[in-house]
């Protein structure tokens, strides 16, 4: 069992960064790839970026290639999604979640196990 909290939402001007952190409680962290979606108002919720469970691979969305960095630190069970150069079309909740067993990458919902309860972004222009 994983639980996941999230946090570092808020509001930004376009243009402005934002970084969102994933805790997450269970000693078997380390062995779950990791992954952030975000949900905007009317829309499904979609695919932002993943990371391996060593760091070594990492996966993004066309979207946000190059603006976005997701990262990990598997001694303090965090993953990180940093957030640059944002944009209006950026707002959403966005979720951190983690997969078990599953063929990387993994950008469907369906490849993740536990999600975390969201976080705002908010991107004015």
């Known amino acids: 069992q994983v639980q996941l909290v999230e946090s570092g939402g808020g509001s930004v001007q376009a243009g402005g960064s934002l970084r969102l952190s994933c805790a997450a409680s269970?000693?078997?962290?380390?062995?779950?790839?990791m992954g952030w979606f975000r949900q905007a108002p009317g829309k499904e919720r979609g695919f932002v970026a993943a990371?391996?469970?060593?760091?070594?691979?990492?996966y993004y969305a066309d979207s946000v290639k190059g603006r976005f960095a997701i990262s990990r630190d598997n001694a303090k069970n965090t993953v990180i999604l940093q957030m640059n150069s944002l944009k209006p079309e950026d707002t959403a909740v966005y979720y951190c979640?983690?997969?078990?067993?599953?063929?990387?990458?993994?950008?469907?919902?369906?490849?993740?196990?536990?999600w975390g309860q969201g976080t705002q972004v908010t991107v004015s222009s």
């Open positions: 990371i391996s469970w060593s760091g070594g691979s990492t």
């Open positions: 979640a983690a997969s078990y067993g599953s063929s990387w990458p993994e950008p469907k919902k369906y490849q993740y196990d536990y």
């Open positions: 269970g000693r078997t962290f380390s062995s779950y790839d």
